[in-house]
């Protein structure tokens, strides 16, 4: 079952101080001051590299050579883990417009491929590291999947060929610089899938055109729907479909299947809320050829655009707010010389040394430090994915969901809100004391619905004059959920997802 329901989400985060009111002895509308870390702000991100590389002991000898067996051991251990390139611009070079693109859809579709294929054609990963690849795979029976190794470095995810977390990689055009976001297609994934949604500019939507493999995908059951209606309820307002694997022998470029799968698609993401003449882009391509990802295939002439990576570097740029309030929310959270979180910056922007506020417990950061995909910089726009080291708060202070802000201009945090909620799919009833899983942005949280409003029908909008007690699938009704409701000119409209609450039993 999945539920989904419109409101101003940069507005809220939800509110955890009460959790440390006990241990800080503070209160919660007052901000709290913590221990520093251990690092000053002058010294460098990098310096504890530096300093590992210089201890003794560590089998260098006087004169800065390496032994000979030492040499040979680390050109082996190179070898058994290539890591795809940098991006990193030359000296003084104007900095690229930055894409966060997710790529969803039914498991075995060829995500993790086509991404493998991408990082090979635009030059972030080697040949003789795919060559590596290609022999591992080949000893393990997996020949077709070593293209998606480039995405999948968890040793787990390369042996069950699934994605499990969301993979990350990079690669620049002539004008962009581009994140690709990998979404699990698993359906026990959804929640991981979700967080790299919420996250993304723009989605791409990859279908197997192989028979008997859309089908599975597309029907009740498949991720392929639910993928579509997750992406654009994280705020996607832009769909590329990818019908991959065209080379496939079942399909052999055949332009009536290519057809047939747009002619079954479209309705349906339709209904889910794109524009099939505005939002939506179909195009054909073979992830293990790379046939129309970098240029034109001879294979399917009925398609006469661009291929897929020109397309994306020929899209308008996005409207950032640069000018707005400061609003980071938190993907992840680590300690390295200090605490370092993770996020997409969505508003704002943020430089070394600036002060600012980690909500919803009100700590006063300083930030020491900023990497943009891994590279050093000072200063950062809305669209980056940044990893920020900060002064003043612990690793375990922070959790995903909390969000960076300007002291001047915080976020708003509560623990109730009205809701309008649209049920897509639910087999039984919902009423009041209903708990369920709210994702917004990067928050995941488990909430009741205390009252149910009214219901709204959905053409006309009108609202019913009675209360209703229960409400079941293809219905609108607004519900009383638990953060507040505001309205800001700045902020960005995003949908939430609420998922039915499943009760797992911990493992010893």
Not at 165 to 178: C, Q, S
Not at 305 to 332: A, C, K, T
């Amino acid at each position: 079952m999945r539920m989904f329901l419109e409101t101003n989400y940069q507005a809220y985060t939800v509110d955890e101080s009460q959790k440390y009111c006990d241990s800080t002895g503070a209160s919660p509308s007052e901000p709290v001051e913590n221990g520093e870390t251990e690092m000053s702000p002058e010294e460098s991100w990098e310096h504890k590299e530096e300093i590992s590389e210089a201890e003794p002991g560590s089998g260098s000898l006087g004169n800065g050579r390496l032994p000979e067996e030492s040499t040979h051991e680390m050109m082996e251990e190179e070898e058994e883990t290539p890591k795809p390139k940098s991006v990193v611009g030359p000296p003084g070079a104007p900095k690229k417009v930055h894409v966060n693109v997710v790529f969803v859809g039914h498991v075995d579709a060829g995500k993790s491929t086509i991404g493998g294929q991408i990082m090979y054609l635009t030059g972030m990963v080697d040949k003789r590291t795919l060559e590596k690849y290609e022999r591992e795979a080949k000893e393990k029976n997996r020949e077709t999947w070593y293209l998606s190794w480039a995405l999948d470095p968890n040793q787990e995810e390369r042996d069950k060929g699934k994605t499990l977390e969301v993979g990350r990689a990079y690669f620049e055009t002539e004008k962009k610089h581009f994140t690709i976001l990998d979404a699990p297609g698993h359906k026990s994934f959804v929640p991981n899938m979700i967080g790299g949604a919420s996250q993304a500019d723009l989605a791409v939507l990859v279908i197997s055109a192989r028979k008997g493999e859309f089908e599975t995908g597309f029907e009740k059951g498949g991720q392929t729907r639910e993928h579509a209606m997750l992406a654009k309820t994280a705020g996607v307002k832009h769909l590329i479909v990818l019908i991959n694997k065209m080379d496939d022998p079942t399909v052999n470029w055949s332009n009536e299947r290519y057809e047939e799968c747009k002619e079954k698609l479209v309705p349906f993401l339709k209904k889910v809320g794109f524009n099939p003449k505005k939002d939506i882009h179909f195009m054909p391509c073979s992830g293990l050829t790379g046939a129309n990802l970098k240029e034109q295939s001879d294979f399917c002439p009925c398609y006469i655009g661009l291929p897929f990576i020109p397309y994306l570097d020929n899209q308008p740029n996005f409207s950032r707010s640069v000018d707005g309030p400061i609003r980071l929310p938190i993907v992840d959270k680590y300690k390295d010389m200090g605490t370092v979180v993770l996020g997409k910056l969505e508003s704002g922007s943020i430089c070394k040394g600036q002060q600012l506020v980690m909500m919803p417990n009100k700590h006063n950061v300083e930030v020491l430090g900023i990497l943009s995909d891994d590279v050093k910089t000072d200063t950062v726009a809305p669209g980056e994915n940044l990893k920020i080291r900060l002064k003043g708060i612990e690793e375990e202070e922070i959790l995903p969901g909390f969000i960076l802000c300007d002291p001047n201009n915080l976020c708003h945090s509560g623990c109730r809100f009205d809701a309008q909620i649209v049920i897509i799919e639910h087999k039984s009833i919902i009423c009041p004391g209903y708990n369920a899983v709210l994702h917004i942005h990067t928050c995941i949280e488990e909430v009741e619905i205390t009252a149910l409003i009214c219901l709204v029908d959905k053409k006309p909008g009108e609202k019913s004059k009675t209360q209703p007690r229960f409400v079941k699938q293809i219905k609108y009704e607004p519900s009383a959920l638990r953060p507040l409701k505001t309205s800001l000119r700045w902020m960005r409209v995003r949908q939430l997802q609420l998922e039915k609450l499943k009760l797992v039993p911990e493992k010893d």
